[in-house]
């Protein structure tokens, strides 16, 4: 299994962004997906998950600015960041726990600028 994250970069405060994570080696459509944030000095949190029949959840410090999206036929999961604030600024990860094995993407660096 192999996960793929990218998308981030240097966004003002109040923008947007767009996160993508590809997945490959699995069978994609069976597996929750879910986003993770690190930002410096602090412990990885949970962001936003998505189910296999795209039932989504949320961190409540993102709720209404963040949206996380899948597509079963590209085999990958969005992340969309709305309304973005410094705090925000952190290492997104694309994660998922497949046949009972953790995996990781890379992380992609979400930097908000005030």
């Known amino acids: 299994v192999q996960l793929q994250a990218s998308g981030g970069g240097l966004v003002q405060a109040g923008g947007s962004l767009r996160l993508s994570c590809a997945a490959s080696?699995?069978?994609?459509?069976?597996?929750?997906m879910e986003w993770y944030r690190q930002a410096p000095g602090e412990q990885r949190e949970l962001v936003a998950s998505?189910?296999?029949?795209?039932?989504?959840n949320y961190a409540d410090s993102v709720k209404g600015r963040f949206t996380i999206s899948r597509d079963n036929i590209s085999r990958r999961v969005y992340l969309q960041l709305n309304s973005v604030q410094p705090e925000d600024t952190a290492a997104y990860y694309c994660?998922?726990?497949?046949?009972?094995?953790?995996?990781w993407g890379r992380g992609t660096l979400v930097t908000v600028s005030s």
């Open positions: 998505i189910t296999s029949d795209k039932d989504a």
């Open positions: 994660y998922t726990n497949y046949r009972s094995r953790q995996f």
């Open positions: 080696g699995m069978n994609f459509r069976i597996a929750t």
